[in-house]
């Protein structure tokens, strides 16, 4: 993991920077494994993110607002009632472990002065956050409780003694050593340090680090002496980067050169943060917030492709339904030829040059009886194929809907999810609100907004019922339209009526790019002016119809995307 003991390190000098004597102003817990914090500190309110998610755990100041429920967590209320208002009079790293420590001074409901430790142990699945006494060492709370039965070293829950994670006794903290001590360490650990096993030796050093002192050693012809000083002095001075490298991405608080592929450079740790954690964490977010939602829709397109399997079926059969029909004329035509008790005849068949036409008979019916069979099979197949028709017609609609449906929740963001869900629940999806789960707070989502190079605004519905709003409510007429062509997407507003080729182009791959061809190349994208548009009287949402349409076919690039990006 990058976020080590260095890592730690230097987000506590950042945090340290901007937090110090601030006063804590607002507390939030927007989903069960992390808090958000609102500091004030030199006239300045800091937004700061800790989380103890197994796999994205972290603690850094962001820019980003999460919805909260309306009705906050336990762990939440108590930290309000302990620390809003509080100061923050230092923040310190436990050596170089992942434990930073904030120290507090806050007021009682008396009005008292008293002290807090908040500690917040960064630790993959054994992360935790602790709110403690300083004067008597006890846990006021922790957002996660480890019980003595699963725990034995120590135990993490109200009334426990605070006891910090056992140490690695083989561990040096190279950031407390003198230059000869370290010059020192790096030669009794020379081989170590030149196989890439420097974590083993160094307390904090992750293996992504590690790898980097060993190409120093290895490639540079440094001595481990020298790799390790050079380590220190670029952790000191570097920048913050994210290296997305084989479809990965992954951060640390300098460059690492052996690692190849692109890198972004960054002001600061907390942004860095924010740019990796923002795109990583959204869809487990997402996951979580939806529940299974997701999956409850698969099953029901996977349904209905079923139940066009089966329309097929009887489609073929019903298909019959004029064969049915022309037996029954023949036999009516040539009754005067056919006796009872016949199990078939031979007629000429007037539809075809008057050839000889097999037709089979009942032997127990009189001719006007197999007629009258043979008509009311007709009959039936008939309508049996106008219902398969409207069936397929009702399946393939649903099919169309919920895959749109399906884009929309895979590109979500945080507060599309509740717009989504409610429309589901509108239209007979979504069930019963489960009232056992906290409300979240009401979500205030608006189209997302882009700006073509030559300065048009363009607008994407997030939601279906924000697409009908956007393209049957609030466009002109003479605006354009563009959506994938019979691809589940997003309705895209190009607010002109005489927009440039360039914009046209650019709308055209923001469509692509909110669509399900995401992915893909040469998009086929239509566009048409709004007034073009009709929405059939009982279609779902986001459904409209529309003719005299041009196709552009683009090739969605992220990048390109993001610089026209509006949405802040």
Request: aromatic share 8%; net charge neutral.
């Amino acid at each position: 993991m990058s976020f080590d003991g260095f890592y730690t390190h230097k987000i506590t000098e950042e945090l340290t920077s901007k937090l110090k004597n601030g006063r804590i102003h607002k507390i939030y817990q927007p989903f069960e494994q992390e808090l958000q914090f609102v500091i004030r500190s030199n006239r300045t309110n800091y937004r700061m993110d800790a989380s103890i998610h197994p796999t994205y755990y972290r603690l850094h100041l962001t820019d980003e607002k999460s919805n909260n429920p309306q009705q906050a967590p336990m762990f939440c209320m108590l930290l309000r009632k302990h620390l809003e208002n509080a100061t923050v009079l230092d923040i310190r790293q436990y050596e170089n472990d992942r434990i930073i420590t904030f120290e507090l001074s806050g007021r009682d409901e008396l009005g008292d002065l008293q002290s807090y430790l908040l500690i917040f142990e960064l630790m993959g699945r054994h992360s935790n956050i602790i709110l403690v006494n300083p004067v008597t060492n006890k846990i006021i709370d922790c957002i996660k409780h480890i019980p003595p039965s699963m725990n034995s070293f120590r135990s993490l829950q109200p009334g426990a003694e605070y006891i910090l994670p056992p140490k690695n006794e083989n561990q040096e903290n190279i950031l407390q050593l003198s230059e000869a001590q370290l010059n020192e360490f790096a030669t009794e650990n020379q081989e170590l340090l030149a196989t890439g096993k420097a974590s083993k030796v160094i307390q904090g050093m992750s293996g992504l680090a590690s790898k980097q002192i060993t190409a120093w050693i290895n490639d540079d012809q440094l001595t481990a002496y020298q790799a390790l000083e050079k380590y220190l002095h670029e952790l000191k001075t570097g920048q913050p980067v994210i290296f997305r490298t084989d479809n990965q991405m992954k951060f640390y608080a300098m460059d690492l050169p052996y690692l190849k592929g692109e890198r972004d450079y960054y002001e600061s740790l907390s942004r860095s943060l924010d740019v990796f954690y923002n795109q990583k964490v959204r869809l487990d977010r997402v996951k979580q917030l939806s529940g299974d939602l997701i999956q409850r829709i698969k099953q029901i397109i996977e349904k209905n492709y079923h139940k066009l399997e089966n329309l097929e079926k009887d489609r073929q059969v019903a298909q019959d339904a004029d064969t049915y029909r022309l037996k029954g004329e023949l036999i009516n035509a040539f009754s005067y030829q056919i006796e009872k008790g016949q199990s078939s005849t031979v007629v000429a068949n007037y539809y075809d040059n008057n050839e000889p036409y097999t037709i089979e008979l009942n032997p127990r019916k009189t001719p006007s009886e197999n007629s009258q069979t043979y008509f009311k099979r007709y009959t039936k197949y008939r309508d049996s194929l106008r219902f398969i028709e409207k069936q397929e017609k009702l399946a393939q609609q649903e099919i169309e809907y919920l895959d749109s449906v399906l884009v929309q929740l895979e590109q979500a963001e945080i507060e599309d999810i509740e717009d989504i869900k409610a429309e589901l629940i509108r239209e007979g999806y979504g069930g019963k609100r489960n009232k056992s789960v906290k409300k979240r707070a009401k979500s205030k989502s608006k189209p997302r907004r882009y700006q073509s190079s030559d300065g048009v605004m363009i607008y994407v519905g997030r939601n279906n019922q924000q697409n009908d709003e956007l393209s049957m409510r609030k466009a002109s007429k003479n605006h354009w339209w563009l959506h994938t062509k019979d691809i589940p997407g997003a309705h895209v507003i190009v607010e002109s009526d005489k927009p440039s080729d360039q914009t046209m182009t650019e709308a055209a791959e923001i469509a692509a790019y909110y669509s399900k061809s995401q992915n893909s190349a040469n998009v086929p994208v239509d566009t048409v002016q709004v007034k073009h548009l009709r929405k059939p009287n009982g279609a779902k949402p986001g459904y409209v119809i529309y003719e005299g349409q041009n196709t552009l076919f683009v090739t969605p690039v992220e990048m390109k995307i993001n610089e026209l990006n509006m949405n802040g």
